[in-house]
């Protein structure tokens, strides 16, 4: 079962980085993919937690058919033991200070298994030039 909530995030504070990925308007645009990076220094963030961002095999995020409203859709391989992960996507213009993102929680991950996830509904937040990043971390 997928969790939802939303987070205020103050962007500019924010210990791991994230990935962009396409911006830009229309009803399709094609979509860059890539993997984040993390730091050590994330793993003091929440406790528990620790960066995944090698878990992520891939991630697309675009626009809908209303370009206020995106959707993110990733592929997760656990190279460990079977494990929750947590997947924070913010869609902000570069230098926002205040933004708001979504989490979704994917449970019990199972060890050498492509497993995808969606997320819907993002809002963007205000601002020129949006682009769309990712957190993977994981839980436990």
């Keep these: 079962m997928r969790r939802t909530s939303l987070l205020a995030l103050t962007v500019a504070g924010l210990v791991l980085p994230l990935s962009a990925c396409s911006g830009g308007g229309?009803?399709?645009?094609?979509?860059?993919?890539?993997?984040?990076?993390?730091?050590?220094?994330?793993?003091?963030?929440?406790s528990g937690t620790?960066?995944?961002?090698?878990d992520l095999l891939s991630f697309r995020c675009v626009p809908t058919a209303d370009p206020t409203v995106w959707v993110a859709q990733g592929v997760i391989v656990?190279?460990?033991?079977?494990?929750?992960?947590?997947?924070?996507?913010?869609?902000?213009?570069?230098?926002?200070?205040?933004?708001?993102?979504r989490r979704i929680v994917i449970?019990?991950?199972?060890?050498?298994?492509?497993?995808?996830?969606?997320?819907?509904?993002?809002?963007v937040n205000?601002?020129?030039?949006?682009?769309?990043?990712?957190?993977?971390v994981r839980l436990g």
Excluded: H, I, M
């Design 107 to 123: 449970p019990k991950v199972v060890t050498a298994v492509e497993t995808p996830f969606t997320v819907n509904r993002l809002k």
């Design 26 to 46: 229309g009803e399709q645009p094609a979509a860059a993919e890539g993997t984040p990076s993390a730091t050590p220094s994330a793993t003091q963030a929440a």
């Design 78 to 101: 656990n190279q460990a033991g079977t494990a929750d992960y947590r997947v924070t996507v913010l869609v902000a213009s570069p230098g926002s200070t205040q933004a708001t993102a």
């Design 50 to 54: 620790r960066p995944a961002a090698e």
């Design 126 to 136: 205000p601002g020129s030039s949006p682009s769309c990043r990712v957190q993977l």
